[in-house]
Every structure is written in structure tokens, then in C-alpha cells.
């Protein structure tokens, strides 16, 4: 969905996509190509939504391509769940935007993205080149002693022994490797570049080790595998990328992607890479490896439950794209790391929704409210709004009847000053229809609330006599004898700290009261929710069929957002 604004909005401007204009203006490529790489090693996030806008919004803006690549170098810790839910997250965020820039490859007829693997063969070329030429050679030390060899960064490191093996014997032992004659660990190739280098990633960088692992991708094919730092350049190399964007992460590597593909001497324009500081909104934790513990210790249903900050955790909380694109878009792109308010992220989705949600009335704690002077069996049709922010609003019927519901909330024995609900003996709208007086309370034997009876002025309703009569409140309603029950999930914020690891553990600021369950009654035409519809129960909030849980028989509503920022006035709670 394409929002009207979003189209008409002036192209964002900020570092990167001047440095692009620069280079359009001065024709420097034949076009645009950017990536977005994710590994597969978990689902995408928030953060990772402002990198694809970032990325797919400059391939957009300058008729370019945006390559989708999975990153996948690590077999160990990947998987084809995880390239999937990749996928099904940037078509779902880019649909309609930027799908037409979006690079995949062609596979038998069918589209599928870009996976470093796939150039695994070609890359193990590029090192046996780098290896012809003197730059790169095989190290006998392990890990341990690499790391010792490496220094630290006020202490410069030193060569190792096997620096100065001849080049034909590096490349009989590459061989070798690649053909599994050793174990993990035993060998591993070197780029050879300058052990005293201030820049740690210089002190000759690992470029390929042995794992005896199977790839999701390349199956059993390899136990040779390539490092990031080797394989990003390369793969942005071979994919024909020009602007290379990543997070402030990658600022100390880059002296290490040029020299690679500067050494390689290699025949086509070389991409740059460009870093900017990472989108971190307050009240969020954005590391995959944290969020699969969450995932993994069941603090959340799973990695798509609607408090998780995924990009498929946030789709099934009911917050449409656009918002999200919107909101990743608004925070701008700078080379300084601070905390965004996720406060303004939950603006920007109730604006969105106010739009374009159907309003609807659910009463989540019901009560039963008894309206004396409307006989049993009776049905006032009153005409509700579906939404005032459309142009010419759509109205439906809801019928008034004898006993309704409302919420426990608007009710109160012994009310606070200025309290504007029913209270005893006074009075409320129940909205779209009339006011009523409340005129008895009913407890049960434990003393709670069971029935509250009232009066209606019949007159009070649009188009009767006493339509114009006044009074402070106005409440939401549902029929007792049309409504139906439904789950309702109300979701608030996973965290109860602007910081989740204020403590040194984000698990000890896990917001206990992050879900709360209830038994709703909702208005009959919610029957027909589709998952695809975003609603607002009148006062209460958004809310979204939730695509996991709901069958036709027993259907589950989320609650994407309250109507107001509950967590302003109190703070962290
Ligand atoms: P890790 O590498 O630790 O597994 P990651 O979050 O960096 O985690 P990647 O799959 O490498 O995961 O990320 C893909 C792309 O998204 C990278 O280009 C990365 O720079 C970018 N990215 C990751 N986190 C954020 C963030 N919080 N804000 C903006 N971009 C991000
Ligand atoms: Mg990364």
C-alpha cells in the first residue's frame, strides 16, 4: 500500500544520497546498484527495515537495482527458515514501493535472491589469484595463536612463520584444504598485508578457514569457507554493485575491502562502501542474537509474536508497511549512534491507522447494562461511522437493544472528581445512539458489579426531538443479543526500560504485563474481520486479526496500538 503522502513526499535527502547524486550527476557508473545483505542466521528487524529502505529507496529514487543477497559464509549457524522469512519480509516491505528495483536472479524460470554461496567457486578463484600474486598464503597456526600473533591495538603484531612460504606451496596446501585433507582449524589462508598496521583488520586477516560443515544452500560441496570481509567485496564485486551500505560496524573494514579488490587488479569499476550509524529505538533490543534467546527461552510465542521487534513480528501486530517505511525513513541516516524514541515509531503507526481503520465497537471487560423502557425482543437501528476521516464517511447500522454491554472501565460506584462516565444516578451517550441514566446496581455475592440498570431518553438519538441535548461522556457499547466473544490480545511494550540492559540483562526488564488476555464481545460485523483490515474499537484503540491464531470459529484480535501514548506521563514503569 502506497499511501497518497508517501508518494508525493519529497525524495529524503542526507550523506549517502548526495555522495550518489554526486556520482549520477557525473555519470561515474552506468546505474545504481545497491544490496541489502542479511546473513540467514535469524529474522529480520526494525534496524534491518531502515537498511532495505535505505538501500531500495536509493535504487528507487535513481532508477537503479537493489540486489537482495543472502550473506551466508557461516554454515553453522544458518539456515533456509531463515532465508525464507527473509524473503516473505522485504517483498512485504517494499511491496508496492520498490519491488520494481528489487535484483533477483533468475532460477529455471522462477525468481530467487542472490547467496554469496553461489559464488563460492568463483571467490576460491579470486584467492588462488591473490595467492599468484604474493598476497595471500597459508598459515599453519590455530586460532589461539593467530589471535597472539594478531597484537592489540597499542601493540602492533607479529609475522608468522609461515608469511614466507612459497607460493607454490600455498597453493598446494589451498588445494588440499579445499579438497579436505585437514581438520577444522588446522590451516587457514591469510591475506599478507601488514602485521604493524594500526588497523587491526590489516594485520593479516583471515580470508578462508576449514569447516567440515554442511551449508543450507551448498550442501556437502564445500568445507572451505570464505570470511565476510573477503566474500562482501567480492560478491558487491561480481553482482556489478556500485554503492556498498552498511552500518559504523564496518567503518574499521573498509581499509580491508578496497585492498582486496584493489589487489586483484581487477577489470571493471570497483564498488566503495559507505557506513551509517544503526537505527537503535528505545525500549527495543536489536541484536539477533538476543532475540533468538527470547525466542529460545520462550519469553516470546516466537520470532514473529507481535512484541517482537521483527519485521514479521511487527507485520502480525497489524502495523502496515508503509508506517514502518515511513518511520525508518523519518529517523534520517547519519554517522552518529543514539537512541531513537520508540515513542515516535507508535506516532507514526496511529497516524497511519487513524486513516485507515474501520472503526468498530468491542467492549474488552464487559458489563451488563440493562436499559429498562426498551422492551424485550426490540431493535433500535442507530447509524454508526466507519470512518470520519474518510471523505464521504460509510455508515452501517447498530442495533440498540435491552440489554447491552459495556466496558467495566466506564462504569464507577464512587467516581474521582470530573469523572465524565456513568456513575449512579448520572447520565452518558452511548455513542451513535442516546443518553441513558443510570438508576440501580446490581451486585453478585461476592459483591461485584452484575448488572447495572438504567433509562434511555429515546429522544436523545440523531434525528429525535432531543437530539441536541448534551451531556460530558459518551461510551462505547455492544448489543447482548447480536455480539459475539472473541479472543483479544492486548500487547504493549516487550521492555520496561528505555534501556533493556540498563541492568547488564535485558531478560531482567522484560515487561511482565507486555500481554494481557481477554474474553471480548464484539459488534457482529466484526465477524467479518479479515486479517488484511485494520480496525479501531472505538476508545480502546488499533486492533488486527491476528493471521496465526484466528480459524472462522474462534477468531483472535491483537491490539497493534492503544489511541494514546500510555507510557508518556508515567515513564518506565
Ligand atoms: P549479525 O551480523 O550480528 O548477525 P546484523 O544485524 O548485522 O547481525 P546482518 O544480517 O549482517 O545482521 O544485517 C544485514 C544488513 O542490515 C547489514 O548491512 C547491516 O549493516 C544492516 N543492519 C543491521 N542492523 C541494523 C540496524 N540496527 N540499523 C540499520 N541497519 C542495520
Ligand atoms: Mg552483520
Redesign the pocket.
Known amino acids: 500500500m502506497i499511501e497518497p503522502t508517501e508518494a508525493a513526499a519529497p525524495a529524503p535527502s542526507d550523506f549517502i544520497r548526495d555522495i550518489v547524486s554526486q556520482h549520477v550527476a557525473e555519470k561515474r557508473y552506468p546505474g545504481i546498484v545497491t544490496r541489502?545483505?542479511?546473513?540467514?542466521?535469524?529474522y529480520?528487524?526494525?534496524?534491518?527495515a531502515?537498511?532495505?529502505c535505505l538501500n531500495f529507496g536509493i535504487a528507487r529514487e535513481n532508477a537503479g537495482r537493489c540486489n537482495l543477497r543472502m550473506?551466508d559464509t557461516n554454515p553453522t549457524k544458518e539456515d533456509v527458515e531463515y532465508v525464507d522469512s527473509i524473503l516473505t519480509d522485504v517483498r512485504w516491505l517494499i511491496a508496492g514501493w520498490a519491488d520494481h528495483v528489487l535484483g533477483m536472479r533468475s532460477v529455471s524460470g522462477s525468481e530467487a535472491p542472490y547467496y554469496a554461496s553461489d559464488y563460492f567457486e568463483q571467490l576460491y578463484e579470486y584467492a588462488v589469484a591473490l595467492i599468484r600474486k604474493g598476497r595471500a598464503y597459508v598459515c599453519d597456526l590455530n586460532a589461539e595463536e593467530t589471535e597472539l600473533y594478531r597484537g592489540s591495538p597499542d601493540k602492533p603484531g607479529r609475522e608468522s612463520p609461515h608469511r614466507s612460504r612459497p607460493v607454490a606451496e600455498s597453493l598446494d596446501l589451498f588445494q588440499r584444504m579445499r579438497a579436505g585433507e585437514f581438520p577444522d582449524g588446522a590451516r587457514a589462508l591469510k591475506a599478507k598485508i601488514d602485521m604493524g598496521s594500526p588497523n587491526i583488520w590489516l594485520r593479516d586477516p583471515v580470508l578462508y578457514r576449514i569447516r567440515h560443515a554442511s551449508h543450507h544452500h551448498t550442501g556437502d560441496a564445500w568445507c572451505l569457507y570464505p570470511m565476510y570481509d573477503f566474500a562482501h567485496c567480492l560478491s558487491d564485486y561480481i553482482e556489478g554493485v556500485t554503492h556498498s551500505?552498511?552500518?559504523l560496524?564496518?567503518e574499521v573494514h573498509r581499509p580491508l575491502y578496497d585492498w582486496i579488490l584493489e589487489s586483484l587488479e581487477l577489470p571493471r569499476a570497483l564498488p566503495r562502501q559507505y557506513e551509517?550509524?544503526?537505527?537503535?529505538p528505545s525500549y527495543t533490543i536489536?541484536?539477533?542474537?538476543k532475540l533468538i534467546q527470547l525466542v529460545n527461552e520462550k519469553s516470546v510465542s516466537g520470532w514473529d509474536d507481535p512484541r517482537m521487534p521483527t519485521i514479521s513480528g511487527i507485520r502480525r501486530r497489524g502495523i502496515p508497511a508503509a508506517a514502518l517505511r515511513r518511520f525508518v525513513t523519518s529517523v534520517g541516516v547519519t554517522k552518529y549512534e543514539s537512541v531513537t524514541e520508540i515513542a515516535l515509531f507508535e506516532h507514526t503507526v496511529r497516524e497511519a491507522l487513524n486513516a485507515l481503520a474501520l472503526r468498530r465497537m468491542a467492549v474488552l471487560r464487559p458489563v451488563k447494562l440493562v436499559i429498562a423502557n426498551i422492551p424485550e425482543g426490540e431493535a433500535i437501528p442507530c447509524e454508526a461511522v466507519d470512518n470520519p476521516q474518510d471523505d464521504n464517511p460509510r455508515t452501517r447500522h447498530v442495533d440498540l437493544t435491552r440489554e447491552v454491554f459495556i466496558d467495566a472501565d466506564d462504569f464507577s460506584e464512587a467516581p474521582p472528581p470530573k469523572y465524565f462516565r456513568l456513575k449512579p444516578g448520572g447520565d452518558v451517550r452511548l455513542k451513535y445512539a442516546c443518553i441513558v441514566t443510570c438508576t440501580e446496581v446490581v451486585k453478585d455475592a461476592s459483591g461485584r458489579v452484575a448488572e447495572i440498570r438504567c433509562t434511555a431518553d429515546l429522544d436523545s438519538k440523531a434525528g429525535g426531538a432531543n437530539a441536541a441535548r448534551k451531556v460530558k461522556g459518551t461510551i462505547h457499547w455492544v448489543s447482548a443479543a447480536s455480539a459475539f466473544e472473541a479472543e483479544v490480545r492486548l500487547y504493549d511494550r516487550l521492555f520496561t526500560q528505555a534501556d533493556p540492559e540498563i541492568g547488564g540483562d535485558f531478560r531482567q526488564t522484560l515487561n511482565p504485563h507486555s500481554l494481557e488476555v481477554v474474553t471480548a464481545k464484539l459488534e457482529p460485523c466484526l465477524r467479518d474481520a479479515r486479517a488484511e483490515e485494520r480496525y479501531q474499537f472505538e476508545r480502546l484503540g488499533y486492533f488486527t486479526l491476528d493471521s496465526a491464531d484466528s480459524t472462522p470459529d474462534r477468531p483472535v484480535f491483537n491490539r497493534t496500538i492503544t489511541l494514546r501514548d500510555t507510557w508518556a506521563k508515567s515513564g518506565d514503569r
Do not use: Y
Request: proline share 10%; with cysteine; glycine share 6%.
Open positions: 541489502f545483505p542479511p546473513e540467514p542466521n535469524g529480520l528487524h526494525i534496524g534491518h531502515k537498511s532495505i550473506d551500505i552498511c552500518t560496524e564496518f551509517f550509524a544503526k537505527l537503535i536489536v541484536s539477533k542474537r
